[in-house]
């Protein structure tokens, strides 16, 4: 369980987060009103009309009681209605959410296995010519940014061969058919994603893994171990991986929590409706209340995370539960 000082240290975190997200919308040039009158909508507002859209969204009010507002809509999560989308901002997330979570979900689980083994493989055959290679093949995937990658793979693997869609999250008109078919659908739209966010993710994991293996290797137990006569198969997998995957998972869970914050530019590079492109629509249109709802949700996503980190690590290392126990 967290201690209290940790609770305290999140809900603090918490607090300040709480009111970023609500002053940074407003820091943002222009507003709602400068989006709805601009070129691009093309749309004419009379001042009848301004004032009517400022009273209905509360935006006549003081920032005070704006914020206020802010705050009950946090506790009930009741954000008010989306400026772009005309519907209230909890149907949206809870709309969106089930398709960012599918995407991140399947490449978090598909990069950290990857990375773990392949990690611990690079550091127990270091120094060979194959990890070398190995090695700077993922030093130079990681400086890759992630629309970039998703570009390069829509244009490989949607325009030119034409394998999978170019956008979306299911083919249109597809409500009659059976449940497996759709779940098919659904993975068939989401593999592009996956396969970017997967890219993305593993070559954090794989360094961090690597780099814990051979600090380990240099151990003492180890090299008892090899004296004792055990196979190496079994020290790679029981002595060296057990005692290699602890700083790690930290990592891991922390990379869970930032993977989100990457599916903005995957979901808008794949016009995949996540809340990763709902984020970047809402930024572009000076959407206030799609913005506080959609940063709520990353903050508590990213708390969440950290939090699963803290409490697992401590189980997972004894001398972490014995020094919090002091």
Not at 15 to 43: K, M, T, W
Not at 69 to 94: E, M, Q
Request: charged share 15%.
């Amino acid at each position: 369980m967290l201690t209290k000082s940790s609770i305290r240290t999140y809900g603090a975190v918490l607090v300040i987060v709480i009111c970023l997200n609500f002053l940074l919308p407003r820091l943002l040039p222009g507003g709602p009103l400068d989006y709805i009158e601009g070129s691009d909508s093309g749309a004419i507002v009379t001042e009848a009309q301004r004032n009517a859209i400022l009273e209905y969204y509360q935006l006549n009010e003081s920032t005070t009681v704006q914020f206020l507002h802010y705050v009950k809509g946090v506790f009930t999560f009741d954000f008010g209605i989306s400026f772009i989308y005309k519907a209230p901002v909890r149907d949206l997330l809870i709309s969106y959410l089930p398709n960012t979570l599918l995407i991140v979900g399947i490449a978090s689980v598909i990069s950290t296995i990857i990375g773990i083994i392949a990690g611990l493989l690079a550091g127990w055959w270091n120094g060979r010519k194959m990890e070398q290679s190995l090695l700077y093949a993922v030093l130079t995937i990681s400086a890759i940014p992630e629309f970039l990658i998703g570009l390069v793979l829509l244009l490989l693997l949607a325009v030119q061969v034409q394998w999978f869609p170019l956008s979306g999250a299911q083919t249109p008109f597809l409500r009659d058919a059976t449940w497996w078919h759709m779940v098919i659908d659904r993975m068939y739209h989401a593999t592009l994603p996956i396969i970017t966010l997967v890219v993305v993710n593993i070559a954090s994991v794989y360094l961090m893994m690597r780099n814990s293996a051979i600090e380990i290797l240099r151990e003492p137990f180890i090299e008892f171990a090899k004296v004792k006569g055990i196979s190496r198969k079994r020290i790679l997998l029981t002595h060296l991986g057990k005692a290699a995957i602890l700083p790690v998972f930290t990592l891991i869970m922390i990379r869970l929590s930032t993977l989100f914050t990457g599916a903005v530019f995957v979901e808008t590079v794949f016009s995949y409706p996540g809340i990763g492109r709902l984020l970047q629509e809402a930024i572009m249109a000076r959407d206030y209340p799609l913005m506080h709802g959609l940063f709520f949700v990353f903050t508590i996503i990213v708390l969440l995370f950290n939090a699963i980190a803290d409490v697992m690590y401590v189980r997972l290392d004894p001398r972490m539960k014995s020094g919090a126990e002091e």
